[in-house]
């Protein structure tokens, strides 16, 4: 696949449908090649890098079944859809067992090739990610890991913001890791020498997170022993990350548009307010405009702090980073603890790249590290995942019993796994004989 454009040889003896297919190929920018004959095929796929075969089943002298042994037997790499306008069950299975990733039966619909055709496109894009063993330099920038449009996106947000001084507001999942691009934005920025501090702003309780963030004299209230200086004085100079910034009060975000207008702040109990050089970045997992609509969040401030966005994507929308992330924590864990990197089958990878990701990249990497910890065996396959990746049926439960009969039904159960041994079966459920008699109904009893 040469930037990004898919090749693909067409090769089916009836001209009428290979001007037909092409045509609607050409209509999703594919470059196509086509031939009406296996002879044919085989001199095109010499001669150019194709990267899907779409072939008819039926053509004189040659089949299409033996056009895909040969394509499975000589090249690795590509992939092949079987059409055909005399389908057959045997003839479907042999074309799948030959190698073949789909199988049309015409005449098929224009949804119905694309699909087939985006399912292909799919298996060659995790292949080519599951075979890298290293991440590429070109997949980290500023301390994260990406290839995907949506995070070049924000790479390149970030590069403008290192450049000059503007607030920022992060917005994203929470996971998604707000905080590392506040950190690359300041360690990347002329203030880089002077101090980074990241504030959770939804961690601290509202009647402690003036104090916290202003400071405040000695004396100014009950327990005020000593003058503490607070996160924007440490800050002066450098970089304060004020995280959950949607949490903050009313009152609160008046304060701060007060920092941010006259770029001074007032530690309880002083006399005067302090001149402090704070760049500020903000995150937040709401939707700030909604919360002004509503009327929980300042109007002013909002737009105050919204001078550069930088919208980090949740990771159900960076399919292939799934793939790169996996690899790289799977790596850093297997590393710290002495431990081989364990590979992942490709099916494994797709039911990771299906899977929703709600937790983002934390979860991500905690599921890493847990599978370095857990799996021994070199190779993880999809039974190795937990429950929620997997495709499980799903069977409807009888909810309609009554409690009475759900305990009946587990003591007869526990009864059965210890051979009716009720000494046993009593120890098991925490009772003593007398009471699992009690429960028992009579015919089970007896």
Not at 77 to 97: N, S
Not at 166 to 171: E, G, K, M, P, S
Not at 367 to 387: K, N
Request: hydrophobic share 40%; with cysteine; charged share 25%.
């Amino acid at each position: 696949m040469t930037d990004n454009r898919l090749t693909i040889l067409v090769v089916d003896d009836s001209i009428d449908s290979l001007e037909m297919i092409s045509r609607k190929l050409k209509k999703r920018d594919f470059s196509v090649f086509t031939a009406t004959n296996v002879a044919d095929a085989l001199s095109v796929l010499e001669k150019t890098d194709i990267d899907l075969v779409i072939t008819d089943f039926k053509m004189p002298k040659v089949s299409g079944l033996e056009l895909i042994r040969h394509i499975n037997e000589n090249y690795k790499q590509l992939k092949v859809v079987m059409i055909t306008g005399y389908p057959t069950i045997d003839g479907a299975v042999e074309a799948v067992k030959s190698g073949a990733e789909e199988y049309l039966i015409k005449p098929f619909t224009d949804e119905e090739l694309y699909k087939a055709i985006d399912e292909v496109v799919e298996k060659i894009r995790t292949e080519s990610l599951t075979e890298v063993t290293q991440i590429p330099d070109t997949y980290q920038s500023y301390g994260l890991i990406g290839n995907s449009q949506s995070m070049n996106t924000v790479f390149h947000a970030i590069e403008r913001s290192t450049a000059i001084y503007a607030t920022v507001l992060i917005t994203g999942e929470s996971g998604t890791g707000k905080e590392l691009v506040a950190r690359a934005i300041h360690y990347h920025s002329p203030r880089s020498a002077a101090p980074f501090v990241a504030v959770n702003c939804g961690a601290i309780p509202e009647n402690l997170l003036e104090s916290e963030l202003f400071g405040f004299m000695k004396g100014a209230f009950t327990g005020a022993h000593e003058t503490r200086a607070g996160f924007f004085i440490i800050a002066d100079g450098g970089t304060i990350f004020l995280d959950e910034i949607s949490e903050t009060s009313l009152s609160m975000q008046v304060k701060l548009l007060r920092v941010l207008q006259d770029k001074q702040v007032s530690m309880i109990g002083a006399k005067q307010s302090r001149k402090v050089d704070v760049r500020i970045i903000a995150a937040t997992n709401k939707n700030l405009a909604k919360l002004v609509d509503q009327g929980h969040f300042r109007e002013d401030l909002f737009y105050r702090l919204n001078v550069i966005t930088i919208d980090l994507p949740p990771l159900r929308e960076r399919n292939d980073d799934v793939i790169i992330l996996t690899k790289y924590f799977l790596e850093k864990y297997a590393k710290e603890i002495g431990k081989k990197t364990p590979t992942l089958t490709e099916n494994a990878f797709l039911a990771l790249k299906n899977y929703s990701w709600p937790g983002n990249v934390r979860e991500l990497e905690n599921f890493a590290h847990r599978l370095v910890i857990m799996i021994d065996h070199p190779t993880i396959d999809v039974p190795d995942l937990p429950e929620a990746m997997r495709y499980c049926i799903q069977v409807d439960k009888d909810y309609t019993k009554s409690l009475k009969d759900m305990e009946a039904e587990y003591i007869r159960n526990v009864l059965a796994s210890v051979e009716g041994n009720k000494s046993k079966a009593a120890q098991i459920l925490g009772i003593d004989r007398k009471t699992l008699r009690s429960k028992l109904p009579d015919k089970d009893e007896e």
